[in-house]
């Protein structure tokens, strides 16, 4: 409908003005009351025309309102001016058409593109952390998104599995005498006490320093000693990690790992000294100042290359392994300006790549109440944060009757995973945000469990009779405020999903979810379905319930949340 209306608006000012290529927008109102769409093209046209924006308005509205299609009208119930604003509602028999449809059609965006998007990124050798499971969730939901408007998407994984944190590690675990526990979960446990260990001896003790440093070097060097316990404790992370993804819904295509990026980083470095690179007392720098940035070292005294370099080798693989359009790459914020260097000397040293690899620095998440503490150190683990609001979604759910202890287990699962996960992408992203726990697991506030219970009750509502499908002329029985305000904020979801992919902004989609689940629990509180004696009025608003519940799991999807058919 919005690419409809556009075009009858561009054809109007083409009629009445002889303009072509004007840029006016064509949105939701403020105020569902003045209709489903509204454009600003009359401020826009009253500036070029330099005439009055109301008398514009009038104009175009009058206009489309006399010359519009057979075709437009049957979709446009009416036009109306308020303010400087041209407002356009839909029929009714258009609303009805989509509710009636069964499937979500969206338009595909018509610049298609190539996308690598990189996300999680946790380290080997530590427990992936609260910015982790926040970085996973993101990454996966922009995936999804591009996907769903018609992108080809790759989705990528990059760990850190060399450098001084697993030093710090295996010097612990060598301490410790080299424990061999069998179990993923106490492996991992036991690589951050080591880590944790070995973190506190480098700044404490300048033997265990040296050391430390000596085995970084040889890890690098594949010193065959330190190669063969770093191989052993670098699987048992990965072996954890690919579980932890699979919990979290997440598949990606490319795993990569800085012991394979290093090399190549490294020699990229040193073949473009003197062209992008400078030599600066023993290591070799990136003179960021030249170009209004910071300047940071790529390669080290030692010749080792730091993380910045390791990026370089890693965006170079990314690119010939699958050519890329765009590279989005998606950490903490913290660390926006690290990434502009990167970029920098990256287009470079490769100007093909110029304007092509783009990064995508999230908030920072804290917590709202000290009550969830870490039981493993320094860091609140996403461990800890998964297992904490899985024992109070149990707490919640321990009294549901109608559910065996198997069912209880199995949904508990689910609507854990839900409640982190909107709580993470409910609001904008790219801000800094607060974890409430008790708002994350409420089944009656913004949370993933109350629009999950929303979509399970609609479901059982639908099992409770078996109605014939609905036909075309049953919309006609829906007058209701409560129908109406529902049907018309279902039409926006294809709109809802295109915006929200083209601003990367998960949380519109979100809220969308969110404000779909309350406007259904409104309408089924004021408009009986089953027990509804007009079988044609029954119809339709059991095709309206079965239309809400598929938008629910749709949008769901979309930021990576499973639905539940019982709770």
């Known amino acids: 409908m919005k690419q409809i209306i556009t075009q009858v608006i561009k054809e109007a000012i083409k009629s009445l003005y002889s303009l072509e290529d004007t840029n006016f927008t064509v949105d939701f109102p403020s105020n569902s009351k003045f209709g489903d769409y509204a454009s600003n093209v009359a401020m826009v046209m009253a500036k070029v025309l330099k005439k009055n924006p109301v008398e514009v308005a009038q104009e175009i509205a009058k206009y489309l309102d006399s010359e519009a299609t057979t075709e437009i009208k049957t979709k446009i119930a009416k036009i109306s001016v308020v303010g400087a604003f041209i407002n356009f509602t839909i029929s009714q028999d258009n609303l009805w058409n989509f509710v009636q449809h069964k499937g979500i059609s969206l338009e595909p965006v018509k610049n298609n593109k190539k996308i690598f998007v990189e996300y999680g990124q946790p380290n080997t050798h530590k427990l992936p952390h609260i910015g982790h499971i926040f970085s996973y969730i993101a990454g996966e939901s922009f995936a999804r998104l591009l996907s769903a408007v018609g992108h080809t998407v790759a989705k990528a994984n990059y760990q850190g599995d060399v450098g001084p944190h697993v030093a710090k590690a295996l010097y612990g675990y060598i301490q410790l005498g080299q424990p061999k526990p069998t179990d993923p979960l106490e492996r991992v446990m036991l690589l951050q006490k080591c880590y944790q260990e070995g973190s506190s001896a480098y700044d404490e003790d300048p033997i265990a320093k040296k050391t430390i440093d000596d085995i970084n070097k040889k890890i690098y060097t594949h010193d065959p000693e330190i190669t063969t316990i770093w191989k052993e404790t670098r699987q048992w992370s990965i072996d954890y990690y690919q579980t932890f993804e699979q919990s979290l819904g997440v598949q990606q295509t490319y795993h990569y790992f800085e012991s394979e990026t290093w090399e190549r980083g490294r020699s990229i470095v040193k073949n473009n000294i003197g062209k992008v690179f400078e030599e600066n007392e023993g290591a070799v720098i990136f003179p960021g100042e030249k170009y209004g940035l910071h300047t940071r070292v790529f390669l080290t005294k030692n010749d080792t290359p730091t993380y910045e370099a390791k990026d ?256």
């Not at 903490?332 to 990064?359: R, T």
């Not at 000290?370 to 024992?391: C, F, H, N, P, W």
């Not at 049907?487 to 969110?514: C, D, G, K, N």
């Open 312 to 567: 370089i080798g890693l965006n170079i693989q990314k690119y010939e392994d699958w050519k890329y359009d765009l590279n989005l790459i998606t950490t903490a914020n913290e660390q926006n300006g690290y990434f502009s260097v990167v970029i920098k000397a990256l287009e470079l040293c490769f100007p093909e790549l110029v304007g092509k690899v783009q990064h995508l620095g999230f908030g920072l998440v804290s917590l709202s109440t000290g009550k969830m503490s870490s039981r493993t150190g320094k860091i609140l683990s996403a461990i800890d944060l998964v297992s904490t609001v899985k024992e109070r979604v149990r707490e919640v759910m321990k009294d549901r009757e109608n559910m065996s202890e198997v069912e209880k287990s199995k949904t508990a699962e689910i609507v854990t995973m839900g409640a982190i996960k909107f709580a993470f992408l409910k609001q904008n992203i790219f801000q800094d945000m607060k974890f409430d726990l008790e708002e994350s697991v409420s089944f009656e506030g913004k949370s993933g469990p109350y629009i999950q219970y929303t979509y399970a009750r609609i479901k059982s509502i639908l099992k409770q009779v078996e109605i014939p499908e609905a036909t075309n002329k049953d919309g006609s029985q829906l007058v209701l405020e409560a129908e109406m305000n529902l049907m018309r904020w279902l039409s926006r979801f294809p709109t809802i999903v295109l915006q929200a992919a083209e601003q990367l902004a998960p949380h519109i989609v979100a809220e969308y979810t969110h404000q779909t689940a309350q406007l259904f629990n409104t309408f089924y509180s004021q408009c009986p379905i089953n027990a509804e004696q007009n079988k044609e009025l029954q119809r339709a608003r059991r095709t309206l319930a079965e239309k809400t519940a598929e938008i629910l799991k749709s949008g769901l999807n979309l930021i990576g949340i499973e639905v539940v058919e019982k709770m």
